[in-house]
């Protein structure tokens, strides 16, 4: 009996552990791919990841082909093309890499029902994680809500069962041919490409290029990941969530280095999977604040402000740089996330919540686990969040992690003429410095929409409770 492997997030064809497990099986393996158009649909025409994901398939198609098979691609809903498609290939078994979203859960569940109705079975593998949420716990049996010691445990395991990449097993003379390709156009499936700044290099080849640049940049990582003018983090995010590359590669090297880069890289990995089983266990974090005290917090954060802040015009300038970044090119460095996101909710005091979702619009590597947790952490709401009391006030930060100001010259021309003293705050600047540096404040670029000191005043009553 053959076997179909599902692709979905995992859209490479080495160490991946469905492809594995079904090659393992004797038999003939077809391979298949659902553009689902329940998540689709909504989705802007040129929306930067289904153009990822399409430029990863066609790469995917090429390296069966070669080896005899193909990718085959349908359109719908997969609860019914899956089990639809096993029918009609007379497959015994699917397999697919396990998913830990809420809606992904659900559609798998109902997707091995179908399957077994009709007596054939849903396999599901582990390939996002090294571990699942369910395999590190407390000694008690109950989930991590607080970092240090998740990681602890984390490690602990990782020690005891090194992980290594799954081998890759030979497909030539296993895989079934399909002569005609099924992979609908871009246009068929109604997307235009992206703009040019938001197009990244996709595949598995693109994963591996970026990964051998930033290998060499792993010893001084812990130096370099909060500075967003340098080239100083991996940029591998996107790849992780499309699965271009397999996160047992990542943890095997840096497991395997020793020094304190690579160490505190695996750590970034480990937030990874601490998010991810977070929202296994608590899904209900999705749309609800993680700590029941803020479930009911009222944002007074106004409409105009929330425009201010996605539009990148708060007249915080590092602030406005990031989000022009986010705009742009779809990524946000980590430090600046923490920053705009602690921006809006505790300067503009608005709901976290729309800037996850402006976020999750935004991001080629949107991640909910990761998102919702970078969110609530950042809104204090979270578990093992920012204390609420501490604030990142926008002015120091700038100054610290963006000294010459060379990254808000990146995104903002309009500063360009400032020196690295005053361009963290043009507003302190005198009139002549700023008429020196060509920079008309309120017209070039605004003052700012809100005074940070007392907004922090106004977050900390907010958040209920006296300064500190
Ligand atoms: C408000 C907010 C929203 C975020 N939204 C997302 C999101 O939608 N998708 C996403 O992948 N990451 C998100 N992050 C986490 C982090 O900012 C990105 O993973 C990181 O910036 C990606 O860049 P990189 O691949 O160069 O990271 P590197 O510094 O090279 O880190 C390597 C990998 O570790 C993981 N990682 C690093 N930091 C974190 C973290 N804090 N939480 C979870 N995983 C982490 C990512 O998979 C990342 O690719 C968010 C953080 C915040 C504060």
């Not at 790469?59 to 349908?74: E, W, Y």
């Not at 290029?209 to 010893?219: G, I, T």
């Amino acid at each position: 009996m053959s076997q179909l492997v599902w692709f979905r997030r995992d859209l490479r064809l080495h160490d991946h552990a469905a492809l594995y497990h079904a090659l393992a099986h004797p038999g003939p393996v077809h391979t298949v791919f659902v553009f689902d158009t329940g998540l689709l649909q909504g989705l802007p025409v040129d929306d930067a990841r289904v153009s990822f994901i399409w430029h990863s398939l066609q790469q995917l198609d090429t390296a069966l082909r070669q080896q005899g098979g193909a990718l085959l691609c349908c359109t719908g809903d997969p609860v019914q093309e899956i089990p639809r498609l096993a029918t009609q290939l007379g497959v015994s078994s699917v397999h697919a890499a396990e998913d830990y979203e809420p809606a992904a859960r659900q559609r798998d569940e109902a997707v091995a029902r179908a399957l077994q109705a009709d007596g054939r079975s849903l396999h599901l593998h582990k390939d996002q994680v090294v571990f699942a949420g369910r395999e590190v716990l407390t000694q008690a049996g109950r989930p991590y809500t607080v970092f240090t010691p998740y990681y602890r445990a984390w490690r602990a395991r990782l020690h005891a069962e090194p992980v290594s990449p799954w081998p890759t097993l030979p497909l030539t003379g296993r895989l079934l041919p399909h002569p005609a390709p099924t992979l609908p156009s871009l246009a068929k499936l109604g997307f235009v490409p992206p703009p040019a700044e938001r197009q990244l290099p996709a595949g598995e080849a693109a994963a591996q290029a970026v990964w051998q640049r930033f290998q060499p940049q792993l010893p001084p990582y812990q130096q370099q990941r909060d500075f967003p003018a340098l080239e100083g983090v991996s940029r591998l995010s996107v790849h992780l969530r499309f699965g271009t590359v397999s996160i047992r590669q990542l943890v095997h090297v840096a497991a395997h280095q020793d020094d304190e880069g690579a160490a505190c890289w695996l750590k970034e990995l480990a937030w990874r999977e601490f998010y991810q089983q977070l929202l296994y266990h608590f899904p209900r974090v999705v749309g609800e604040a993680f700590k029941p005290e803020y479930r009911t917090l009222a944002f007074p954060g106004s409409a105009e402000h929330f425009a201010a802040w996605c539009e990148g015009r708060t007249g915080y300038p590092l602030v406005d740089a990031a989000m022009r970044q986010l705009n742009q090119t779809g990524y946000m460095h980590n430090r600046l996330r923490m920053l705009v996101a602690s921006f809006l909710v505790k300067d503009l005091l608005i709901d976290w919540r729309e800037g996850e979702q402006y976020f999750a619009k935004q991001l080629l590597d949107f991640d909910l686990a990761a998102n919702n947790g970078g969110w609530q952490w950042a809104a204090s709401t979270g578990c093992d969040a920012q204390p609420w009391f501490r604030i990142f006030n926008p002015v120091t930060q700038s100054e610290r992690f963006d000294p010459q100001g060379h990254f808000i010259r990146r995104y903002l021309p309009e500063l360009t003429g400032l020196d690295a003293a005053s361009i963290h705050a043009p507003w302190q600047a005198s009139p002549l410095l700023l008429q020196a540096a060509g920079v008309r404040l309120g017209q070039d670029y605004p003052l700012p929409i809100v005074d940070h000191a007392r907004q922090r005043e106004a977050a900390l009553a907010l958040f209920g409770r006296e300064p500190g």
